[in-house]
């Protein structure tokens, strides 16, 4: 399987590009990235054998199968439909879109050009949630409510490797994207009630960088996010499931009870590495022929749900 990474050199580029490295028969054939300098010394460094500064270029080549987007947020529904509609199987990191009405033109694209296409919903493959679901799917767990922090100090426009940013993050569309699909993920239920409030917006970026939201399930199960750029303190997101059988907090790849005893995950899957285990998702995907875990179609309620809190700030 060949494949090309985009937006290569940034934070979530270079996590790919060591995930894929751990995969068998996968190999990048190119990246992209908008510096010519920086992406050319980065296949230098890596050993591949085609890098440029333009998408277009990238997916006309025979040698690419597929293409992961770790690009800039805004560029990820345009870039989305141009992958498939040059026959590429694409994974569109996380968000796929910042908009509804975006989200939704990648899914019609996939039903209509056939070809694999996935959302980063990374929290499906953390083996800390895999743990959880896979208790939730045996009858053992069943949520009663997820409480869950998502907390940055990021008042200037950084990335996750201290660079600065040529786009900005938003805690609604990028950081609770993650929260709303796993709580909808792991109840097996689209959210009946939804609602979000959130604080000033930052005079230079334009974003609100203090979000509180709320959601329920039909069933009746219940999650609180809390998301801040303002936090100075311990930075991530941390999770408690409250559940009818335990209390468990997940921290990234690290699950433990309510007590704080650490939880055994080994043989949950192949590697405790949440990207590495997106990216062999995808691939899997694509050879067996059949739709992934965390699909463009399938990830589509959690942003309906988005779509709904932003609607409900205005109210």
Aim: charged content about 20%; overall charge negative; hydrophobic content about 40%.
């Amino acid at each position: 399987m060949r494949v090309c990474v985009a937006g290569a050199y940034g934070a979530f580029g270079i996590k790919h590009l060591d995930a894929l490295a751990a995969i068998d028969d996968v190999e990048v054939t190119s990246v992209m990235g908008p510096t010519k300098a920086k992406i050319e010394a980065l296949a230098a460094e890596r050993g591949i054998g085609h890098a440029a500064t333009s998408l277009e270029e990238c997916i006309a080549r025979d040698d690419v199968d597929a293409v992961i987007l770790a690009t800039p947020t805004q560029l990820h529904a345009d870039q989305g439909v141009a992958c498939m509609e040059a026959g590429k199987h694409v994974l569109i990191e996380i968000p796929m879109a910042d908009t509804l009405e975006d989200s939704r033109r990648l899914v019609e694209k996939q039903k209509e050009t056939g070809v694999v296409a996935m959302a980063g919903q990374v929290r499906r493959f953390n083996p800390s949630h895999q743990w959880i679901h896979n208790k939730i799917v045996a009858g053992e767990l069943k949520i009663q409510q997820m409480d869950v922090q998502t907390y940055f100090f990021r008042r200037s426009n950084m990335n996750a490797k201290g660079e600065p940013r040529s786009w900005t993050d938003h805690l609604l569309w990028h950081h609770a994207c993650h929260t709303v699909d796993l709580f909808q993920y792991q109840t097996g239920e689209t959210c009946s009630e939804a609602f979000g409030l959130q604080g000033p917006h930052h005079p230079e970026l334009g974003i609100a960088m203090d979000m509180s939201i709320g959601m329920k399930v039909p069933s009746g199960a219940i999650c609180t996010l809390s998301l801040s750029f303002n936090n100075d303190g311990p930075l991530g997101t941390f999770f408690r499931y409250i559940c009818d059988n335990g209390t468990y907090i997940a921290r990234y790849d690290d699950l433990f009870d309510g007590n704080e005893n650490p939880i055994d995950l080994s043989g949950v899957a192949v590697s405790n590495n949440g990207i590495e285990l997106i990216d062999r998702e995808f691939f899997a995907a694509i050879r067996e022929g059949r739709t992934p875990n965390g699909s463009v179609a399938e990830t589509l309620a959690a942003m309906e749900t988005l779509d709904r809190i932003e609607k409900s700030f205005a109210s």
